[in-house]
């Protein structure tokens, strides 16, 4: 139910008054309103914006959010801008404390596509961005889209061209472009039951932000967009996201570190088409990465499954992959990932990097098919792999498309790619690993030309237990 704040408001002030008549003790104005009173609403319609999705509607939407963000600070409730059926095309709009963008069915915000459509600086090129905000969201069922695909300046199958706004200098070739949704520095942010469509770059960037909740939310990217992320978190503690669907051309879940450390990451039942990692730790990987749990997830026809790609020096550890159905395949080499359905790498990035230990991996009840094997490479001095557990792992090892194989891929930095015959583990500076109940299978004659199921040298490889371990040709 919509309420009209003018009411609330006259209501809040008698109800102070009364308080204060009664008590001279100072009653804070959550005390007086009662839990179960409706949420304030405020309509951009009510504020003249047009929804036709042909002219901005900007200064309409953002004296909506004002007007709510200045009823959350006298109420000290949330505040709903709601969004009746229409396209509301937009310049960035910048969310406030405890304002909750409820985006209705049928309704779509639409991000500009020119390049005054957005602030200054390139790192607040957002459609939607919330900045050092408490008690923010978006919700409603409805749509944020970024028109991502007016940005293609060439559409490619391998990989299609991007416009590049380097106005400033200050971005390098094409990836200068607005993200979609952006939460920096923001507590207690919740992002339920709405799509996010046709992003131009990354589509959702949580940073520095603490106690974030993302659910029943889906992510249509392009399939051949570079930088079309689903999901970036970034530098933040206590993040749920459970119950989503992600589309994309690039990295679906992806948490990175560039200024401070991420603990407590939590991904459960989510559905995941990429074409490149479905779930990538790095490889920004300045600080840890602790803590982290994903579970139930379905991959699909991704370039690659589980991968962690640390080439920063910041160190990873308690990480728990659980309950999984991967199946990856190759597309063009010109997408990071060579179809592994697990991809775990850490190597200095350049000369002037160092690479972070990994360390305290679990993945149980995963179930994979795939063209490549799985790939687990540490790199000497602090980079080792350390305490890697596989138990229950069904890997089927198949090739069905015609791109290259046999090649080995370190990028970013690092050795790049590197020729290399594929096997079903290929292990490199690893110190425990524990393999329990795996079986690996392979299938038909073009995959029987590298069934060599484990390949690593003792040297630098150590402290291995197999059992229960299975490989042999597929058989049904
Ligand atoms: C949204 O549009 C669909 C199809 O036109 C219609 O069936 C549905 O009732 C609409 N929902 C709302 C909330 O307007
Ligand atoms: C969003 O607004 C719609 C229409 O006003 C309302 O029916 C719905 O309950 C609101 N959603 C939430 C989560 O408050
Ligand atoms: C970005 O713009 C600057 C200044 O115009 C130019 O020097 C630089 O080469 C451009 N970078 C790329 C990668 O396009
Ligand atoms: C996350 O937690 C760590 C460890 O307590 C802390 O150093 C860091 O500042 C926290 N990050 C944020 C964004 O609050
Ligand atoms: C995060 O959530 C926890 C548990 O709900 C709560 O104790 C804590 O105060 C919240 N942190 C912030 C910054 O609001
Ligand atoms: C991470 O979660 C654990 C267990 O719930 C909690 O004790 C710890 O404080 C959390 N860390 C941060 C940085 O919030
Ligand atoms: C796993 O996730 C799917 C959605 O992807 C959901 O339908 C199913 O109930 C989840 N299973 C469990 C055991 O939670
Ligand atoms: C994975 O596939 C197996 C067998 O195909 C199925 O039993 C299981 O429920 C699937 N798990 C997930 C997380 O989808
Ligand atoms: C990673 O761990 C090593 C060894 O304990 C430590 O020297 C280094 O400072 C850690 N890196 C970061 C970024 O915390
Ligand atoms: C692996 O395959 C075996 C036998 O085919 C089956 O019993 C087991 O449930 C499978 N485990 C997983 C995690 O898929
Ligand atoms: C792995 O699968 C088994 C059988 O389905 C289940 O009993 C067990 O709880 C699962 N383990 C984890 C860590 O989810
Ligand atoms: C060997 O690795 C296992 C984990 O697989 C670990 O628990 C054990 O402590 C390691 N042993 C030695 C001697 O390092």
């Keep these: 139910m919509k309420l009209n704040c003018t009411l609330l408001y006259t209501r809040y002030l008698l109800l102070l008054a009364l308080t204060l008549h009664q008590s001279s003790s100072a009653t804070s104005p959550l005390s007086i309103l009662q839990s179960d009173d409706p949420i304030l609403a405020l309509s951009v319609t009510d504020y003249g914006a047009t929804g036709t999705g042909l002219q901005y509607d900007t200064v309409s939407i953002q ?54 459509d957005y602030p200054e600086e390139q790192d607040k090129w957002y459609v939607v961005v919330a900045e050092n905000a408490a008690e923010v969201g978006i919700t409603g069922g409805g749509e944020i889209n970024g028109q991502g695909l007016e940005f293609v300046r060439r559409f490619d199958e391998r990989k299609n061209v991007m416009v590049s706004w380097n106005e400033t200098g200050a971005c390098l070739g094409d990836k200068c472009r607005p993200r979609l949704v952006g939460f920096i520095g923001c507590e207690n942010v ?23 909740s993302i659910h029943d939310i889906s992510i249509y990217g392009d399939f051949n967009t570079p930088n079309n992320d689903g999901i970036d978190i970034e530098d933040s503690n206590n993040t749920l996201i459970t119950r989503c669907t992600i589309d994309t051309g690039d990295d679906a879940i992806c948490p990175k570190t560039c200024t401070g450390p991420m603990y407590n990451l939590s991904a459960t039942n989510c559905w995941i088409k990429t074409k490149s990692s479905a779930i990538k730790l790095g490889s920004a990987s300045f600080f840890a990465f602790k803590g982290f749990i994903f579970d139930n997830i379905t991959i699909v026809e991704s370039h690659r499954g589980l991968g962690l790609q640390i080439r920063d020096g910041g160190n990873v550890s308690d990480i728990t992959f659980s309950n999984i159905n991967i199946s990856t395949r190759y597309y063009d080499p010109s997408w990071w990932g060579r179809a592994e359905p697990i991809y775990i790498t850490t190597c200095p990035r350049d000369n002037n990097s160092k690479a972070g230990s990994i360390s305290n991996l679990q993945f149980i009840n995963i ?5 490549n094997g799985v790939f687990l490479s540490g790199s000497k001095g602090g980079g080792v792999l350390r305490n890697l557990k596989f138990i229950n792992v069904n890997l089927t090892y198949k090739r069905w498309t015609n791109y290259v194989d046999g090649l080995i891929d370190y990028r970013p930095g690092c050795q790049g790619l590197v020729n290399h015959s594929s096997a079903g583990f290929i292990m490199e500076h690893i110190d425990g690993l524990f393999v329990n109940n795996v079986n690996m299978r392979w299938a038909e004659e073009k995959t029987r030309k590298w069934n060599n199921p484990l390949e690593f040298r003792p040297s630098t490889v150590n402290n291995v237990t197999l059992s229960n371990f299975y490989s042999g040709l597929y058989e049904r």
């Design 190 to 212: 919740r992002i339920w039951n709405v799509r996010f469509n046709q992003p131009a770059f990354w589509c959702l960037h949580i940073v520095r932000c603490q106690n974030t």
């Design 367 to 371: 179930t994979s098919t795939s063209e």
């Design 63 to 116: 004296s909506t959010i004002d007007a709510c963000s200045s009823t959350f600070a006298l109420y000290l409730r949330p505040c709903h801008v709601t969004f009746p059926p229409g396209k509301y095309l937009t310049a960035t709009l910048y969310l406030k404390s405890g304002v909750v963008l409820n985006v209705s069915e049928n309704a779509t915000i639409l991000g500009g596509t020119r390049l005054e």
